[in-house]
C-alpha cells in the first residue's frame, strides 16, 4: 500500500517534532557555540577587571554563566535554565555586572525560541527569560569599554545574526531537498504499483484467455469436423463451447470490473463492477468437466485434510491447473491428464501431469508467457513452481505453496 503525501508528513520533512532530541549540530554549529561561550566568559571577566576592583566570587560566577551556551543548539532549554539562576546570583553580587550576565540570558533565550522542540516548555520559559532580563537591567550600568573594544562589541553581534541567517538558508535548502525526495519517492513507488497492477491483469487475462478460448477452439473444431456425421454430438460440443463462453466473459467481467470499480455505479447496472468470488480450488470439479467436454481424458484426486486457505492462494492453485491443462490440450493432444491436489500440513501441493501426445493446430498460438506468469504469482505467496518431462513420457507440472500452521 502506497502511503498519501500527507501535509503533515511534508511539515515533519522539514522541521523536526517533538519527541526525540535533534541529532547533534555540525561541527561548525560546534564551533561557533564553544567560540561564543567562551568569547562572552572573557569578556565577563575582562569587564569585571574593568570596572570593579577586582572580586574573587565575580571572577568566578561571570565567567560561568555563558559557558552552557556552548550547548545551546543540543539541549536549549536545560541552558536557559542554567543560565537564568546563575544570572540572577551574579546580579545579587552586584548590578552594576548583570549586564554581562544579561547578554548570556538573551542568547539562551534565542536559543530556546528557535531550537526548542517542546512548545508548552518553550511558552512557559519564555516568560522566565524575560523577567529575569527585566531584573537585571533595571539599574544596571551600561559598561564603558575603549574605543577598540566597542568596534569589536559592533561587529560580534553583525556576525552572530549573520551566521544564524545563513544556517537558516541552510536549513531551509535541506528541508526543500527532503521534500523533493518525498516526492521523487512517492512518483516512483506510484510507478512500480502501476507496473505491478499491470502485470498482475495481464497474467489474469493470459490465464482466462488462453485457456477458454482454447478449449472453444478445439470444440468448435470438433464439432465442424462430426457436424454431419454425428450431429448429437456435434451439438454437445456446440454446447461446451457456449459454456466456455460463458465462463469466458464471467471471468473477463470481473477482471475489468476491477479496473472500473470506482466508476461504477448504482443506478447503472452495467456500469457496476462484478464482485463475485474470483475461481478456487472448489471449481477445479468444473475446470476439469470443462477440459473433458473438449476430449482430452482428466483425472482429479484430492487428498489430505481439507481446510480453508486464503483466496489469493486457490486463485494460484486454480490457475496451475487451469494453465496445465491448457498446455495439455495445446501440444499434447490424445494424451490423458492427472490433476493431484495435496492438502498437506505445511503446504498445499498441486500437480498436473500427462501421458504425452502430438501439437494440435493452437499449439502455434502460445508466446511462453503462462508458465513465467505462475511462477510470478506462486512467489507472492513464498511458492515454487517445478515444470518438465517425465521419465515415462509426457510433461508434469508441480505447485508447492507452503501455509500456515493451523
Known amino acids: 500500500?502506497?502511503?498519501?503525501?500527507?501535509?503533515?508528513?511534508?511539515?515533519?520533512?522539514?522541521?523536526?517534532?517533538?519527541?526525540?532530541p535533534p541529532p547533534?549540530?555540525?561541527?561548525?554549529?560546534?564551533?561557533?557555540?564553544?567560540?561564543l561561550a567562551l568569547f562572552l566568559a572573557s569578556l565577563g571577566t575582562h569587564y569585571v577587571l574593568i570596572v570593579q576592583e577586582p572580586h574573587s566570587a565575580l571572577l568566578l560566577m561571570v565567567p560561568v554563566?555563558?559557558?552552557?551556551?556552548?550547548?545551546?543548539?543540543?539541549?536549549?532549554?536545560?541552558?536557559?535554565?542554567?543560565?537564568?539562576?546563575l544570572a540572577l546570583l551574579v546580579r545579587h553580587q552586584s548590578e552594576d555586572i548583570a549586564y554581562s550576565a544579561g547578554v548570556a540570558v538573551v542568547i539562551?533565550?534565542?536559543?530556546?525560541?528557535?531550537?526548542?522542540r517542546r512548545p508548552a516548555a518553550v511558552l512557559a520559559s519564555l516568560p522566565a527569560a524575560a523577567t529575569t532580563l527585566v531584573v537585571l537591567f533595571a539599574e544596571a550600568k551600561l559598561?564603558?569599554?575603549?574605543?577598540?573594544?566597542?568596534?569589536?562589541?559592533?561587529?560580534?553581534?553583525?556576525f552572530a545574526v549573520a551566521y544564524e541567517l545563513r544556517m537558516w538558508r541552510r536549513r531551509a535548502a535541506e528541508g526543500h531537498e527532503r521534500l523533493s525526495a518525498l516526492e521523487r519517492?512517492?512518483?516512483?513507488?506510484?510507478?512500480?504499483?502501476?507496473?505491478?497492477?499491470?502485470?498482475?491483469?495481464?497474467?489474469?487475462?493470459?490465464?482466462?484467455?488462453?485457456?477458454?478460448?482454447?478449449?472453444?477452439?478445439?470444440q468448435a473444431g470438433a464439432a465442424r469436423k462430426i457436424l454431419d456425421t454425428a450431429p448429437d454430438k456435434a451439438r454437445e460440443a456446440m454446447a461446451a463451447v457456449e459454456t466456455g463462453g460463458r465462463a469466458a466473459m464471467t471471468e473477463l467481467r470481473h477482471v475489468m470490473g476491477l479496473l472500473t470499480i470506482d466508476a461504477g455505479t448504482g443506478d447503472?447496472?452495467?456500469?457496476?463492477?462484478?464482485?463475485?468470488?474470483?475461481?478456487?480450488?472448489?471449481?477445479?470439479?468444473?475446470?476439469?468437466?470443462?477440459?473433458?467436454?473438449?476430449?482430452?481424458?482428466?483425472?482429479?484426486?484430492?487428498?489430505?485434510?481439507?481446510?480453508?486457505?486464503?483466496?489469493?492462494?486457490e486463485l494460484a492453485?486454480?490457475?496451475?491447473?487451469?494453465?496445465?491443462?491448457?498446455?495439455?490440450?495445446?501440444?499434447?493432444?490424445?494424451?490423458?491428464?492427472?490433476?493431484?491436489?495435496?492438502?498437506?500440513?505445511?503446504?498445499?501441493?498441486?500437480?498436473?501431469?500427462?501421458?504425452?501426445?502430438?501439437p494440435t493446430g493452437a499449439a502455434a498460438t502460445g508466446n511462453g508467457r503462462g508458465l513465467i506468469g505462475l511462477r510470478e504469482r506462486l512467489a507472492v505467496y513464498g511458492g515454487t513452481l517445478h515444470t518438465g518431462t517425465r521419465p515415462r513420457g509426457g510433461y508434469r507440472v508441480k505447485a508447492l505453496i507452503p501455509l500456515e500452521s493451523s
Do not use: C
Not at 559598561?143 to 553583525?158: C, I, S
Not at 491448457?326 to 499434447?332: D, E, L, P
Open 143 to 158: 559598561p564603558h569599554f575603549p574605543n577598540g573594544v566597542v568596534a569589536v562589541l559592533l561587529l560580534v553581534p553583525v
Open 65 to 85: 554563566v555563558p559557558l552552557p551556551l556552548a550547548l545551546r543548539r543540543r539541549y536549549p532549554l536545560a541552558v536557559l535554565w542554567a543560565v537564568l539562576p
Open 24 to 35: 547533534l549540530p555540525n561541527r561548525r554549529g560546534w564551533a561557533f557555540d564553544v567560540v
Open 108 to 116: 539562551a533565550a534565542y536559543s530556546v525560541a528557535a531550537y526548542g
Open 1 to 20: 500500500m502506497i502511503e498519501a503525501l500527507t501535509p503533515d508528513r511534508l511539515r515533519a520533512a522539514v522541521r523536526p517534532s517533538a519527541g526525540p
Open 268 to 313: 447503472d447496472p452495467a456500469a457496476t463492477a462484478d464482485l463475485s468470488p474470483q475461481p478456487g480450488l472448489g471449481r477445479l470439479d468444473a475446470l476439469v468437466e470443462g477440459v473433458r467436454q473438449a476430449g482430452l481424458t482428466v483425472g482429479l484426486t484430492v487428498s489430505g485434510e481439507r481446510r480453508a486457505v486464503p483466496p489469493g492462494v
Open 317 to 358: 492453485a486454480y490457475r496451475v491447473v487451469q494453465e496445465a491443462l491448457t498446455n495439455t490440450v495445446k501440444h499434447a493432444g490424445g494424451a490423458a491428464a492427472e490433476v493431484t491436489v495435496e492438502y498437506a500440513p505445511a503446504h498445499l501441493a498441486v500437480e498436473v501431469t500427462d501421458t504425452g501426445g502430438r
Open 185 to 218: 519517492e512517492q512518483l516512483a513507488a506510484l510507478q512500480r504499483a502501476v507496473e505491478h497492477e499491470r502485470a498482475r491483469i495481464a497474467r489474469e487475462l493470459h490465464d482466462v484467455v488462453t485457456h477458454n478460448v482454447s478449449m472453444m477452439t478445439i
